[in-house]
């Protein structure tokens, strides 16, 4: 019962923190869905270490794996979404697209694509020297649970507007 109650928890501070980043205000709102973000992250850290049983170091060591990896995943879905605005850009009804900027623009974005799955796997790889392989899965299993509840909530928000 306390798992699902700290998803519910976790999920509401998602779903508040995704309605205060679009609305209009103050500083556009940003400040406060900074500040959920960082809540929800702070709550899954927590559950993180107490379902997986980890040591003051071995959290210590996942933080900084996966602030490492986190940023440079963020820095691949930046690069990502510049690529789609120029591919889209490219593509679009009425306008002729060259062939080579095409080209380009697709092998681009697909070798950004096995970066972003290879940054995943060099994660799992730093992660295998202080987690064991029940903890590893468990996380990535955790992880994957929390993004997909994000993306149905994403889903659902776009749907009702």
């Known amino acids: 019962m306390r798992s699902r109650t700290t998803w519910v928890v976790a999920l509401l501070t998602l779903a ?6 679009q609305q209009p205000g103050p ?3 940003r400040p406060r869905a900074e500040e959920l973000r960082r809540r ?8 993180v270490r107490q379902e997986l049983d980890l040591t003051d170091d071995q959290m210590t060591r996942l933080r900084a794996t996966a602030g490492t990896f986190a940023e440079e995943r963020r ?3 930046t690069r990502q979404r510049v690529l ?6 490219q593509i679009r ?5 060259s062939g080579d900027s095409v080209a380009r623009l697709t092998d681009s974005l697909l070798a950004l ?4 799955m290879e940054s995943f796997r060099a994660e799992q790889s730093e992660m295998a020297a202080y987690l064991d392989p029940v903890q590893r899965a468990r996380l990535l299993v955790m992880r994957e649970r929390l993004l997909q509840r994000a993306r149905e909530f994403r889903q659902r928000r776009h749907m009702d507007r």
């Open 27 to 29: 500083g556009s709102g």
């Open 75 to 77: 820095n691949l879905e």
């Open 84 to 89: 789609r605005d120029a591919l889209a850009g």
């Open 93 to 97: 009804p009425g306008v002729a697209a």
């Open 40 to 47: 929800v992250q702070e709550r899954f850290t927590e559950r």
């Open 16 to 21: 508040a923190a995704s309605l205060a980043a």
């Open 113 to 116: 694509r096995v970066q972003y």
